[in-house]
């Protein structure tokens, strides 16, 4: 079942669940590639300009990391209560990042490597908070127990809420990394410089 995630609150009971209800799980990483062209690091710069992955409609950026939740959930009846006893994830991290189309001259070559070690090293933090969040929605819903709840469908509504208030919580860590990053004088801005520069 895909994870969907709403806003809001709702009182419910939670219960000291073992350890052994979180199952352990490996993020599957993945590294996609788009092709840019050019010998300098200037024209390799403004070639990521012209085919960076697009964010929304009209911004586009050197790199990318998405991901995609799914989970394998196991609900109990207790009573009159439903309790989450287990939940799985499967998670798939995928970073896509630039690429040369052909191979660089010696002269360009190390501040390239230099350049796209720094730029998977930005996308790994945001990969980290990704699977910072799917464990920190086992430790919020697994061993959740709402009351009243016999066909398990007041635990999904609060889940969902959960779920949502740390999505928001993921996507502002990863939103104020990338200020600092990218702001004045930051790590992005000075690697670049470097790369188109040579400084």
């Known amino acids: 079942m895909k994870t969907l995630v709403r806003t809001g609150l ?3 009971c939670a219960v000291l669940w073992p350890l052994s209800a979180y199952a352990q799980w490996q993020a599957v990483e993945k590294v996609e590639t788009y092709a840019i062209a050019g010998k300098s690091g200037a024209e390799l710069y403004a070639s ?7 964010i929304g409609s009209r911004t586009r950026v050197i790199a990318h990391t998405n991901f995609k939740l799914t989970w394998q ?3 109990e009846r207790q009573g009159n209560a439903c309790t989450l ?16 189309a052909e191979s660089l001259p010696a002269s360009t070559r190390g501040r390239w490597e230099t350049f796209i070690a720094g730029v998977q090293a930005h996308e790994a933090v ?12 086992e430790a919020a819903t697994i061993g959740l127990s709402v009351p009243d709840d016999p066909d398990c469908r007041k635990i999904r509504v609060e889940m969902t809420k959960r779920l949502s208030e740390l999505s928001l919580a993921q996507r502002q860590k990863g939103r104020d ?6 702001g ?3 790590n992005i801005q000075q690697m670049i410089l470097r790369l188109v520069n040579g400084e």
């Not at 990521?48 to 697009?54: A, L, Q, T």
């Not at 499967?90 to 040369?100: G, M, Q």
């Not at 990394?177 to 990218?182: H, I, K, S, Y």
């Open 48 to 54: 990521i300009g012209e085919r960076g992955p697009m």
């Open 85 to 100: 006893a287990s939940a799985r994830p499967k998670l798939i991290i995928t970073y896509t990042l630039p690429k040369p």
């Open 126 to 137: 945001h990969g980290e908070t990704i699977k910072d969040m799917v464990k920190a929605i």
């Open 73 to 75: 959930r196991k609900y």
């Open 184 to 186: 004045e004088g930051g």
């Open 177 to 182: 990394f990338d200020r600092v990053e990218m």
């Open 10 to 12: 709702f009182a419910a």
